[in-house]
């Protein structure tokens, strides 16, 4: 029995963090977004001045905030293809996917500086503001595909299923 157990451990040692991941990772480093696969780390083009990547749900385009270009923007998972969604006088951040891949929530700083939950298109069209208070409002983060609020077997238009932090 240790024998097995050790060689377990020996293995789950030997394993390169990258691997273990389900697929390649992006993320911020030096005022640029990189993509990690398979323990390769590159920096993507068009990504100078990226913050909070986020995957599609299909893996094909990561969106990200651009605090040089201030707005938030979508490109392919290999940093071509770089397409402007959001253009703010303030800054848009904190970009996630809605499950069916069509829209983005993110936070927005607001006059009287604090953020607020918006909704936009992936292409850019359909911005809607969805929260409105003092609070400052931010990590929007949709529900997965099915769910809903409690007590419902599926979201009911036009209702959008979003948590955020407060």
């Known amino acids: 029995m240790r024998t097995i157990v ?29 993509r990690l696969d398979e323990g390769v780390e590159q920096r993507l083009p068009n990504g100078e001045g ?16 651009s605090a040089r270009r201030y707005g938030i923007f979508v490109m ?28 983005l929530a993110f936070a927005r700083t607001v006059p009287g500086y604090h953020n607020e939950i918006f909704v936009v298109g992936v292409d850019g069209k359909g911005l809607r503001r969805l929260t409105s208070n003092r609070g400052d ?10 769910s809903g609020s409690p007590g419902h077997s ?11 932090s407060r």
């Open 6 to 34: 050790l060689a377990a451990l020996l293995l789950l040692a030997a394993a390169h963090p990258a691997l273990a991941a389900n697929g390649p990772i992006a993320f911020a480093s030096d005022d640029a977004l990189w």
């Open 137 to 146: 409002d931010f990590e929007p983060d949709w529900a997965p595909m099915g």
């Open 76 to 103: 392919n998972a290999d940093g071509t293809s770089l397409r402007r969604v959001t253009t703010s006088p303030t800054i848009d951040l904190q970009a996630t996917w809605s499950p069916d891949g069509r829209r």
């Open 154 to 164: 599926r979201p009911r238009a036009p209702a959008i299923p979003l948590a955020y």
């Open 50 to 65: 990226g913050g909070w990547p986020a995957w599609s749900p299909d893996g094909s385009r990561i969106a990200f905030t």
